[in-house]
């Protein structure tokens, strides 16, 4: 069964920075759409970056020009640039394939972001 982990949140000021990564074991992430998604208390999880196997990103309305997807097929390993950060980033991150649970991808424990002074 094929594993996501992500790491690289934390506890962080308004307009601060934090860079995400997803490393997938086996294969996954080589040839697929993959996504960021976070899930704020209380609310339905959301697509919040998505990025094709050519490369091409998309973003919600609400990152846009805040956060950076980007992609190393070569170590199955996705990443998520955040910067101006804001108390409404806070919410835990997941990534995944986009549409999610392609190819076995269960979601993982995910990873805390706090955006708070």
């Known amino acids: 069964q094929v594993q996501l982990v992500e790491s690289g949140g934390g506890l962080v000021q308004p307009g601060g920075s934090l860079r995400l990564s997803c490393t997938a074991s086996g294969s996954t992430s080589r040839s697929i759409a993959m996504g960021w998604y976070r899930q704020a208390p209380g609310k339905q999880r959301e697509l919040v970056a998505g990025?094709?196997?050519?490369?091409?990103?998309k973003y919600a309305d609400s990152v846009k020009g805040r956060f950076t997807i980007s992609r190393d097929n070569a170590h199955n390993t996705v990443y998520l640039q955040m910067n101006s950060l804001k108390p409404e980033d806070t919410a835990v991150y997941y990534c995944?394939?986009?549409?999610?649970?392609?190819?076995?991808?269960?979601w993982g424990q995910g990873t805390q972001v706090t955006v708070s002074s």
């Open positions: 990025i094709a196997n050519s490369g091409s990103t």
């Open positions: 995944n394939t986009d549409p999610p649970l392609l190819r076995g991808a269960n």
